[in-house]
Nanobody, 117 residues
Framework: QVHLVESGGGLVQAGGSLTLSCAASGRIFSINAMGWYRQAPGKQREYVAEITSGGTTNYGDSVKGRFTISRDNAKNTMYLQMTNLKVEDTAVYYC???????????WGQGTQVTVSS
């Protein structure tokens, strides 16, 4: 199993920046990719970004050009650098890991990001 713990959420004004972290432990070797998702109140969970074990990145349309996903393999940690934050970025952000055995079945507990106007 893969265990994921997010951190770094908080309250920020619109236009500001915030960096989220996701620390992975457990069967790290089984991870093929890691990603960020978010869920705002009353809305479905939304894809934000992902990064493969080879370093390839993909982003959801709503965050392209503003968010940057990265990973530090030595620290088993993934990051999401968020800039030019908008009120509509307010959500609980979750990290997830893709493994052959479980697909995108490993999830963290989430971290709240609130952007004020």
């Amino acid at each position: 199993q893969v265990h994921l713990v997010e951190s770094g959420g908080g309250l920020v004004q619109a236009g500001g920046s915030l960096t989220l972290s996701c620390a992975a432990s457990g069967r790290i070797f089984s991870i093929n990719a890691m990603g960020w998702y978010r869920q705002a109140p009353g809305k479905q969970r939304e894809y934000v970004a992902e990064i493969t074990s080879g370093g390839t990145t993909n982003y959801g349309d709503s965050v392209k050009g503003r968010f940057t996903i990265s990973r530090d393999n030595a620290k088993n940690t993934m990051y999401l650098q968020m800039t030019n934050l908008k009120v509509e970025d307010t959500a609980v952000y979750y990290c997830s890991a893709l493994t052959v055995a479980a697909g995108w079945g490993s999830w963290g507990q989430g971290t709240q990001v609130t952007v004020s106007s």
